[in-house]
């Protein structure tokens, strides 16, 4: 089915799916996330097949997880970023070192894989998934607890280095690391630059809007915003997401954030749901032992693994035991970005597909148990 009667059926399929199981999750006190992932997994092409094409999922889903990424922006202005530097490029890059050094050595050993391969296995392991953790913290209104700043700061930090695990996919091949790594660096700096000369204009007009209470000029600019900043950003061949962030914090200063941040969060709330519908798809089991080995490696690795990493790191940087244990609880899952990763290592060669299967699956199963757990590690 083609054309407008194909959307009507998709979105027919995907909203009447995600409600009946977000309105059982509900029902006992569960979080709309494992519902959604679930959702998916079930009307996917790898289960009854309703949804044949998860790979267009995902892309419309990437934009829920640009617009959560804006909201963040918006509760954090640059002085509060400046504070958390610590946190970000010490606990967050010896997190993402530390796991994406011990998981390749593991790959090498025992799958006898080569060097990049074992290091982008690595990468997917060090990822936690911002969508999922920085939505669980805000349904409960944790995002300002010492756990939650920890978790965003590690989160922000895992956001960098995304860029460069692609950069090293994209260059396996072809040894251009060191070229794609000053037009990364030159890109950066000239995004950044861009942003803090617009901060000014960018507040000014917020300020404006805010006082005339006009709504729609309110999303407006907010979806400008987000998509403007995250063009430039694709364009030098950096993140959207972070790109969103910094956008956000453009007018996380002023009275306008509160009136674009209710107007954005409608739009970033119903592509959060088809990305994470999206994750669902990607779920594929397989009789094969091989398979189960893998799936059951891929799960200890970004969960108990990651939490063995995080919460000692926490620990040793002087935060006291409870916030490490919460902090090490919410991020131990995989991210979305692992899905991606992992998707363009099968297509390029770079991983089997023996390999790639049981992990994806892995990861989507990890963002399940992580939605519904995240809760009621922060009650302890």
């Given at each position: ?93 010896l997190q993402v070192l530390l796991t994406t050094s ?141 790109a969103a962030f910094a956008a956000g914090m453009l ?93 363009l290592s099968a297509s390029s060669g770079l991983l ?29």
């Amino acid at each position: 089915m083609h054309g407008i009667e194909g959307l009507l059926e998709i979105s027919a399929i995907l909203v009447c799916g995600a409600f009946v199981f977000a309105t059982l999750f509900a029902r006992f006190g569960l979080p709309s996330i494992p519902a959604y992932i679930l959702a998916g997994a079930l009307l996917g092409p790898h289960t009854f097949g309703l949804i044949a094409d998860g790979e267009a999922l995902s892309t419309i889903g990437e934009i829920g997880v640009v617009l959560l990424l804006f909201t963040l922006g918006l509760e954090f202005s640059f002085n509060k970023l400046i504070a958390l530097r610590r946190l970000i490029f010490g606990v967050g890059a010896l997190q993402v070192l530390l796991t994406t050094s011990l998981v390749a050595i593991g790959a090498t050993v025992l799958f006898d894989m080569e060097m990049t391969a074992a290091f982008i296995v690595g990468g997917v392991a060090a990822m936690s998934s911002t969508a999922l953790c920085l939505k669980s913290l805000a349904s409960i209104d944790a995002l300002g607890r010492p756990e939650g700043r920890i978790a965003i700061a590690v989160l922000l930090f895992q956001d960098l280095a995304a860029v460069a695990f692609l950069l090293l996919h994209d260059s396996a091949a072809s040894g251009a690391m060191i070229d794609g790594l000053l037009t990364l660096t030159l890109g950066a700096a000239a995004l950044i630059a861009g942003l803090f000369l617009a901060r000014g204009p960018v507040q000014t007009l917020a300020q404006w809007i805010s006082g005339r209470g006009d709504t729609e000029l309110a999303q407006l600019l907010a979806l400008s915003m987000v998509f403007g900043s995250s063009l430039a950003a694709v364009a030098i061949g950096l993140s959207p997401a972070l790109a969103a962030f910094a956008a956000g914090m453009l007018i996380s200063e002023g009275d306008a954030r509160n009136i674009v941040e209710r107007e954005i969060r409608p739009f970033r709330d119903l592509f959060l749901g088809v990305f994470f519908l999206s994750v669902g798809t990607q779920i594929q089991i397989s009789a094969d032992p091989v398979f189960w080995r893998v799936f059951l490696l891929g799960i200890l690795l970004v969960t108990f693994f990651k939490f063995i990493v995080i919460a000692p790191v926490l620990i040793l940087s002087g935060a006291d035991r409870a916030t490490a244990i919460k902090a090490g609880g919410i991020l131990s899952q995989g991210s979305e970005f692992g899905l991606v990763l992992l998707t363009l290592s099968a297509s390029s060669g770079l991983l089997t597909l023996q390999i790639v299967n049981p992990i994806l699956t892995a990861i989507a199963c990890t963002m399940i148990i992580s939605g519904m757990i995240i809760t009621r590690v922060l009650k302890y």
